[in-house]
C-alpha cells in the first residue's frame, strides 16, 4: 500500500516518525514522508523520501520554531495539560485551535499531493488537520502519529462538556471556525475524525495518557531515533566514573530552561563536576568558547541519545517526550526539571510515581540543589531497579514492525475506495 505521513514543519516532529516509515518501507510498502523544505533533510538523510510542502512565507514563523524552541510564543505559548483537572483549559484550547489555523497554508499542497498520489493510508501529526482533510479528499484511511501526550483529545473532550452544559451558548466554539475555513472550500462537512483521527497511534506509556475514551489509541514502543552521525572513540569503552547526560534540548538557549528558577548553563556544569561523575553535556546550543568548561565535561552541541544513553547512569532533562522516552526505553534513572510546555509535567509526575526518578520545581531550584539531588538519584538502588522495571514493561509494547499488520488491516476497513 502507499502511505503518506503528513508532518509539523518541525525536525523535532519529523524525526519521531522516521522508525515506523523505516518499518512500513521494510514491510514492502511505498512512503512518502510530506514535511516543509527546511525539514526535508532530516528525511532524506534517513534513507526515505521526502515530498517538500508548505515553502510559503505563511508558514515561516511556524517553521522557525524548528531551528529555535526558545520562540514558544510563535506557537501560542504553554500548552500543557499538567493533571486531568486542568482549570486553564479553556484559553489552553483557543490557542490550540489558532495552531490548527496557522497551517492553513498548508492545506492545498497537502491536499494536492494526496488526490494526485493517491495513498491508501494518511498519517498524520496531531497538529497537522490537512493531513486529515487529504485524507478525506483522497479516500485514503487516515490516524494521528502522536509524538507526546494526547493534550489535543483532552482539551477537545473538555471543551464539548462544557459546550453541552453551557447556557444559550454563552461560550461558542473556537475550532468552528478554523474547520470552516480548512472544510467550505472542498464542501466537506466536519466529523470528529478529521480532528482525532480514525485511530491514533500512541508512542508513549500507558500510565502517561491522559483519560480519552472516545479514542482509538493502538500503542506502539517507542523507537529512539534523533538522526544519525559518527561514534566518538570515547562511547566505544566503559566510563570509569558513572556517565551522566545532561540535556538541555537541542536549539535552546541553555542558561535558563525555564522561567522563574534555575541556572547559568556555566554554573549547573560547575557544580555537578564536583560530584565523581563523567558529565557529557548535548544540546546545550551553545559554541565550546562560550561557558567556562571543568574538566571530566564533554560539551556537545549534538549526539543521538540513542549512543550515549546505554552508558549513561542517569540523565538530567527538561521533561519533553524525546529526551523522557529514549531514557525510559534504555532503563536509565532520570532527575528533570520540567518546563511547562506540551508535557513536560505529566511525564515527570508519570516517573515520581514509577520511583523512576525525580523531580525539581522548576520555580525554585539551582545549582546545588540539581547536583544534590542527582547525587543522591544516582546512590539510590530502588530507583535503578525501578527504571529497569520501566524499561522491560516498555519492551513488552509492540515496535513499528510489529504494528504495520495493524495498520495494514485497519486501513482495509477505513479506507474509502
Not at 334 to 346: A, Y
Not at 365 to 375: G, K, M, Q, V
Amino acid at each position: 500500500m502507499r502511505v503518506l505521513f503528513a508532518v509539523f514543519p518541525a525536525t523535532a516532529h519529523t524525526l519521531p516518525v522516521i522508525p515506523l516509515a523505516w518499518a512500513l518501507q521494510n514491510a514492502g510498502h511505498e512512503v512518502r514522508i510530506a514535511t516543509h523544505p527546511d525539514t526535508a533533510g532530516a528525511v532524506t538523510q534517513a534513507g526515505l523520501a521526502a515530498v517538500p510542502v508548505g515553502g510559503s512565507e505563511d508558514l515561516r514563523e511556524l517553521a522557525d520554531f524548528s531551528r529555535n524552541p526558545a520562540l514558544l510564543g510563535h506557537i501560542g505559548g504553554n500548552l500543557s495539560v499538567a493533571s486531568p483537572d486542568c482549570p486553564d483549559w479553556g484559553p489552553k484550547w483557543f490557542r490550540m485551535t489558532r495552531v490548527f489555523a496557522g497551517l492553513r497554508p498548508l492545506l492545498e499542497e497537502l491536499t494536492g499531493v494526496a488526490v494526485r498520489w493517491r495513498p491508501d493510508l494518511v498519517l498524520w501529526d496531531p497538529f497537522c488537520l490537512p493531513g486529515a482533510v487529504a485524507a478525506r479528499l483522497s479516500g485514503a484511511a487516515h490516524a494521528r502519529v502522536l509524538w507526546g501526550r494526547d493534550n489535543i483529545a483532552w482539551l477537545r473532550q473538555r471543551s464539548r462538556r462544557y459546550l453541552a452544559q453551557a447556557q444559550g451558548g454563552t461560550w461558542p466554539d473556537p475550532l468552528e471556525e478554523v474547520m470552516q475555513q480548512l472544510l467550505e472550500p472542498y464542501g466537506l462537512p466536519y466529523e470528529e475524525e478529521l480532528l482525532l483521527g480514525q485511530w491514533t497511534i500512541d508512542p508513549m506509556p500507558p500510565g502517561v495518557r491522559l483519560p480519552a475514551p472516545d479514542v482509538r489509541y493502538e500503542s506502539m514502543r517507542w523507537a529512539s531515533y534523533s538522526g544519525g552521525g559518527p561514534v566518538p572513540d570515547w562511547l566505544h569503552t566503559k566510563p570509569v566514573r558513572p556517565r551522566v547526560c545532561l540535556s538541555w534540548g537541542t536549539g535552546e538557549p541553555g542558561a535558563q530552561p525555564q522561567q522563574g528558577g534555575g541556572a547559568p548553563l556555566s554554573e549547573v556544569l560547575a557544580s555537578l563536576t564536583e560530584l565523581d561523575v563523567e558529565l557529557v553535556s548535548t544540546g546545550s546550543g551553545l559554541p565550546a568558547p562560550a561557558v567556562d568548561v571543568p574538566g571530566r565535561v564533554r560539551l556537545l552541541d549534538r549526539l543521538p541519545l540513542s549512543q550515549l544513553l546505554p552508558g549513561c547512569s542517569a540523565i538530567v532533562h527538561q521533561g519533553g517526550s524525546a529526551a523522557f522516552s529514549a531514557a525510559a526505553a534504555h532503563g536509565v534513572p532520570q532527575l528533570v526539571v520540567p518546563t511547562s510546555f506540551w508535557d513536560e509535567e505529566g511525564t515527570a509526575g508519570y516517573l515520581e510515581h514509577r520511583n523512576a526518578g525525580r523531580v525539581l520545581d522548576p520555580a525554585r531550584w539551582d545549582a546545588t540543589t540539581l547536583r544534590d539531588t542527582l547525587s543522591a538519584l544516582l546512590a539510590d538502588r530502588r530507583v535503578h531497579e525501578q527504571a529497569r522495571a520501566l524499561r522491560d514493561e516498555l519492551a513488552m509494547l509492540p515496535g513499528p514492525s510489529a504494528l504495520v499488520p495493524v495498520l495494514e488491516r485497519l486501513t482495509g476497513l477505513h479506507q474509502r475506495i
